[in-house]
């Protein structure tokens, strides 16, 4: 396992470089920032609203995004990476066309550029390097969790600024993934290079271990855990023995469903609705599974994963899934089809517009991805990147024409 002992790191890679010039103060034209996109057959016409950088790039290897997540309301996202800094963000300060609900207009031509300092609501600063971030259901958006390098999930008062519980029974091995359930929002799962999934409740004295279960028998890392989003009793969970796992949480003593397909590790496992799920792993493909008989349904290939966590999430109203590759693409793909019907190059962006920025360093790629859980006719895509830009895309689908 030693390519995951560093986390979010460079894979070797050719440097991608593309010349971009901008044409208004703070913009960037659309039809440049989507050069990367190859794919125009597909329902959905895809643009990109809004670049979020720093004007000082120096160091970006510590500015790498591990995770993105919206909170419950889908109106506030967070972030979190090697940089040690949880920002919050409202999304009506990263979309300019917020307020007017245009999102995903294919007329919309310029892409807002706007530096991280301006656009964070409020920034929390953590004691180690962060993996994941999750908000808690039922806290109206106050409390989140996360898991970080030394092996310990806190959960944050956002109100405060402020931790509020923490444990640290992985033994200081990093913790990789932390989730709540949906059916019993207090209850959380956490999992780790120490090899064990572990449910635990703040409730109990102590916050004591509800369950800890070693879904591999060679002590392999728990790269993901998450609950079934709809209230089910199933908890998924990734491994670094090319396996995911599926537990009943109401009897953890073994998995009662096994995902076998992958030929390396498992970094993440996304349920897409109450009946299928989707994993990735650095075998450079993702499938989407039957949770009723642990059938593979389909595998998904086009972007490069070979070595690094390049995010992945899916956005169930339109049965969208996005992820990032080692080429400093972004990848959407429709569970229909094998193949990505839309491609996105983050290559140089840097404030101002110029290119040489961030996103020219070698061995740069895109991080992070997270779908807002909103809509059916349009949709808001965000994605980080090594070199710590945050990316705002808007898809509509396309209206049907009559031939």
Known sequence: MKNFSSGFHFPDQPRISEERESTEEGKLPQQEVEKGSEFNNCEWDFSLSTVVSSKDCRGAASNTLGVI????????????????????????????????????????????????????????????????????????????????????????????KLPIFERDEHGGRRVWSVDYSHSDPVLGASGSDDGTLQMWDPRCEGGDCVASVQPSDARSPVCCVEFDPFGGALLAVGCADRKAYAYDVRKMAGPVMVFHGHRKTVTYVRFLDSRTVVTAGTDGCLKLWDTEDSRAIETYKGH????????????????????????????????????????????????GGSSGGCGDEEGAFVSSVCWRQVGEEQCTLVAGGSDGVLQVFLGRRKSLTLG
């Open 69 to 160: 997540e919206f909170d419950p309301s889908n109106t506030v996202l967070a972030t979190g990476g090697i940089a040690r800094k949880i920002r919050v963000y409202s999304l009506k300060s990263l979309l300019s066309n917020y307020d007017n609900q245009s999102c995903g207009s294919s007329s919309d031509t310029m892409a807002d550029l706007i530096d991280h300092v301006d656009a964070c609501d409020y920034t929390i600063c953590t004691p180690a390097k962060l993996s994941s971030l999750r908000w808690r259901p039922g806290s109206d958006g106050r409390v989140m969790a996360s898991g970080d390098y030394d092996g310990v999930v806190t959960e944050y008062d956002l109100k405060t």
């Open 304 to 351: 490069d994963n070979s070595r690094s966590f390049v995010g992945l999430s899916v956005w169930r109203n339109g049965g969208l899934i996005g992820c990032g590759s080692e080429n400093n693409r972004l990848f959407v793909y429709d569970k229909r089809w094998g193949e990505p019907i839309w491609v996105h190059e983050f290559g140089a962006v840097a404030a």
